[in-house]
């Protein structure tokens, strides 16, 4: 296998890691010594910014989730954890929840909701009367969440199934 090759396949293997790879695993993968690896990896830096040198080995960085949309909705407060499952389920993270006052304008609090775990315990807290709604601050009960995901596929696709289960309202509101 020549440079060439062996770098591109380096990167494959980066790509499809999520802990590192070191440079003594990849030298014994590809037959060649640890220094060759580290040549490689300097030159794939220089391309590739994104590789990550660690003490135990290199790593592909992760973008960012800069995907993110508002999603204005309605829906019982029984409802809220099949709303936010659908959201987490779909590859996205409830940032904020959002209403429009009569009085004070627009209120928006933090909820960091990333897993089915984090919705449990959300709905245990208003159940047990914890924490109410944002929601039941404004007559209509409709509110907004700022949603983020890694893809806009992810967001499209939690467009999608709030708006079959019939808790999507408008598609945005400014």
Avoid at 104 to 113: D, N, Q, T
Avoid at 133 to 140: A, I, N, T
Wanted: net charge neutral; glycine share 6%.
């Amino acid at each position: 296998m020549d440079g060439e090759m062996r770098r591109k396949r380096i990167l494959q293997l980066l790509s499809e890691q999520t802990k590192p790879l070191s440079g003594t695993a990849l030298a014994k993968q590809f037959g060649v010594s640890r220094q060759v690896i580290v040549q490689d990896i300097a030159l794939l830096k220089s391309k590739e910014p994104a590789i990550i040198s660690t003490y135990r080995g290199y790593v592909l960085g992760r973008p960012e989730r800069v995907c993110e949309r508002v999603f204005w909705v309605r829906h019982s407060n029984e409802q809220i954890q099949d709303e936010l499952n659908t959201i987490v389920d779909n590859g996205g993270e409830v940032c904020t929840v959002i209403v429009e006052h009569e009085l004070y304008g627009r209120i928006s609090v933090e909820l960091p909701i990333r897993s089915r775990r984090h919705v449990q315990e959300f709905v245990e807290n208003v159940s047990k009367g914890q924490a109410r709604p944002l929601k039941e601050l404004v007559h209509d009960g409709v509110h907004g969440h700022l949603v983020r995901a890694e893809r806009e596929s992810d967001l499209d696709a939690i467009e999608q199934d709030l708006r079959i289960k019939g808790y999507l309202v408008a598609e945005n509101v400014q």
